[in-house]
């Protein structure tokens, strides 16, 4: 059994102390709760949530707190948000993933630095079948869970001192691979409900026909869920 968790979201990244006084304190949460967890046969999942944490440090906190208990709900999406590319992120934390939130995500360039706007899975310009070929491989009989939330742009001003502020420990290797993730992707339209309509209805509606061709994707181009 396992318990899903995220630290927090970007903006922590610039409260007092930054990101690493956030992990320092979820370390300490973690283990107080190390018995307890252990003894009941229980594992809890820290997802790398949208732009709080990069791969190496959701890494360092998994060994810090204890693999034994502690491990990743992997979310390809949120990856991206952190200024990864989602192969790095994932091939990274691999050996502690229990679990996942996973969609796809289409990075531009932009008059700032880079643009995210995430998508259904297999619209996006992350090469999904290649990254569940090392999903397979890495993470066995770790279920997939898809988590899509499209329609949105994130702007990243990657080209303005200030936005590194939240970044001070950022490595060149991540960004250079994102940087690069970017050139594969193009400028979608964000959504925007019909002139007239039901906001919330057609909202609704646009998020379930997402959720729809997610799964048609993962099990015609994937081929999970396929009794083969």
């Known amino acids: 059994r396992y318990f899903r968790t995220i ?4 903006s922590d990244r610039l409260t007092d102390g930054g990101i690493d006084a956030r992990i320092a304190d979820t370390i300490q949460v973690l283990l107080s ?21 990069q791969a190496w440090e959701l890494k360092g906190l998994v060994e810090a707190a204890g693999p034994e208990y502690v491990g990743v709900n992997f979310d390809s999406g949120n990856a991206c948000w952190s200024l990864e590319d989602p192969f790095h992120a994932l091939t990274l934390l691999a050996p502690y993933v229990l679990t996942t939130s996973l969609r796809d995500t289409m990075v531009w360039e932009s008059a700032t630095g880079v643009t995210a706007q995430w998508t259904a899975m297999g619209e ?32 990243f001003p990657l080209f303005k001192s200030d936005f590194w502020k939240a ?20 400028p979608i339209d964000p959504f925007k409900a019909p002139e007239n309509s039901d906001r919330a209805k057609a909202e609704q509606d646009y998020q379930l026909d997402q959720i729809s061709r997610s799964i048609r994707f993962c099990k015609e181009k994937l081929r ?5």
Do not use: W, Y
């Open 33 to 53: 709760l190390r018995s307890r967890a252990i003894d009941s046969n229980i594992k809890i999942a820290v997802e790398n949530h949208a732009g709080d944490m």
């Open 7 to 10: 630290l927090g979201n970007q």
């Open 167 to 186: 970044f001070p420990k950022a490595r060149a290797a991540d960004l250079a691979a994102f940087m690069a993730l970017s050139k594969r992707g193009r």
């Open 224 to 228: 999970l869920g396929v009794r083969v």
């Open 124 to 155: 996006g310009c992350v090469d999904m079948p290649a990254l569940f070929d090392l999903f397979e491989n890495k993470c066995p009989g770790v279920a997939v869970h898809i988590e899509t939330i499209s329609g949105f742009p994130r702007e």
